[in-house]
């Protein structure tokens, strides 16, 4: 079997470099699959896509569509276009896409357009909120996929009552999980570690780069306002996505405890997480590597795809009012947060479900 897997954007670099682990171990072990990956280019910069390629030991794809940036319909419009091409070249017999970015979506448009069948990796989760484009990438992959890998069983169910064929639908758990555990080890200290005299549980990370929380300035600024004003004097090492960068350059703001730094590797991010008293974000991947470290999390979100980081998980989401993340910010800095565990199947081994899955179609 031939797959074609995809990746495009920075949170699918993490879900597919075990999947391509474990295609290589059943490989080696006899088993009849290799695979084609493509980059759509969708992230370009090293540091959103190419140290990631090298710190998780991720191979040169094959192809890189080098779609760049663009509105949606243009980074839509230009995958689709570039990625038929690839796949009239090299016709696979599945093509496999993960999450939920715009790559995932056109991706999975463009294979099934010729009749190629489609796996979507983290299928099924879903926020309900059809002003994220994650939210529509979610919904048009998922209708049109063959083969549902979910990571939780309520993405199943959301599957079963979108009409799913239940024999389609395999839960084998979280790849992004898959490689925490593999790289936990492995982590690295960061420089601003030293350069900032950083101590352990001492200091908190923050991320914002969802357009709800950063495309006005005025809403930025509200939010940055409370990490540099409610923090207790903190530090906060906020490791800045072009997007926010952009929308903060055109501002005058100023914080002597807040430190921005360029996107950071994943390596250096997750040290940074690990020994972090919490963290403050508006992502969905951050909220399920804390709620596996144990750290707790505040989301900047009005809701969230990932039910099961704030039900089972260190996550609470606070919405998008400033004024609601004060008492989540008290609770957090007065040592009074939750405690967490681990959903089901978030234990490192689902690549190799996945792969074992593949061998069986
Ligand atoms: C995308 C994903 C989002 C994911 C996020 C992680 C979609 C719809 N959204 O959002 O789900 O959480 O990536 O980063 O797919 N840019 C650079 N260098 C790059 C890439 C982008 O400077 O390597 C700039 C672009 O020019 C653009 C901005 O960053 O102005 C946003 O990039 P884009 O890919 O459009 O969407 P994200 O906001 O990153």
């Known amino acids: 079997m031939l797959v074609t897997l995809v990746a495009g954007a920075r949170p699918n670099f993490m879900k ?8 290589h171990k059943a490989a080696a072990a006899g ?3 290799s695979y084609r990956l493509v980059h759509t280019g969708q992230h370009y910069d090293r540091n959103m896509s190419g140290q990631f390629f090298e710190q998780l030991e991720i191979p040169t794809p094959h192809a890189n569509l080098e779609v760049g940036s663009g509105t949606q319909a243009e980074q839509t419009a230009g995958i689709l276009v570039a990625f038929e091409k690839e796949l009239l070249q090299h016709r ?11 790559s995932t979506m056109a991706c999975s448009i463009a294979a099934k357009k010729l009749n190629i069948k489609v796996a979507h990796v983290e299928a099924g989760i879903r926020s309900w909120d059809l002003t994220m484009p994650e939210e529509i990438n979610r919904m048009v992959t998922d209708s049109i996929t063959d083969y549902f890998f979910t990571t939780t069983e309520s993405a199943g169910n959301n599957l079963l009552q979108a009409g799913a064929n239940p024999a389609r639908i395999y839960w084998v758990g979280n790849t992004m999980i898959d490689t925490l555990n593999h790289n936990i080890n492995r982590l690295q200290q960061p420089a601003i570690w030293q350069d900032k005299g950083l101590e352990a ?7 914002l780069h969802r357009p709800s929380n950063v ?5 930025l600024i509200r939010l940055l306002t ?3 004003d409610k923090t207790n004097g903190l530090k906060v090492i906020f490791p800045i996505h072009p997007r926010t960068a952009k929308m903060l350059a055109g501002t005058e703001f100023k914080a002597e405890n807040i430190h921005f730094l360029e996107p950071m590797g994943y390596l250096e991010f997750n040290y ?19 709620t596996v470290m144990q750290i707790p999390c505040i989301t900047l979100r009005d809701s969230t795809e990932r ?8 996550n609470e989401l606070v919405g998008t009012q400033p004024e609601a993340l004060l008492p989540a910010l008290e609770k957090l800095l007065a040592g009074n947060w939750k405690e967490g565990s681990i959903p089901p199947l978030w234990d490192g081994h689902t690549a190799d479900r996945i792969v074992a899955v593949l061998e069986t179609l």
């Not at 597919?16 to 295609?23: D, S, W």
């Not at 940074?272 to 804390?290: C, H, R």
């Open 215 to 219: 495309d006005d300035p005025a809403q």
């Open 92 to 102: 696979p017999d599945l093509v496999m896409v993960v999450g939920d970015v715009t």
């Open 226 to 228: 409370i990490l540099r």
């Open 307 to 314: 039910p099961e980081t704030v039900e089972i998980g260190t």
């Open 31 to 33: 088993k009849k699959i």
């Open 16 to 23: 597919i470099a075990p999947i391509i682990r474990a295609i």
């Open 201 to 207: 549980k001492k200091y908190l990370v923050a991320t």
């Open 272 to 290: 940074l997480v690990k020994n972090a008293l919490g963290v403050i974000t508006d992502s969905g991947g951050i909220t399920e590597e804390t």
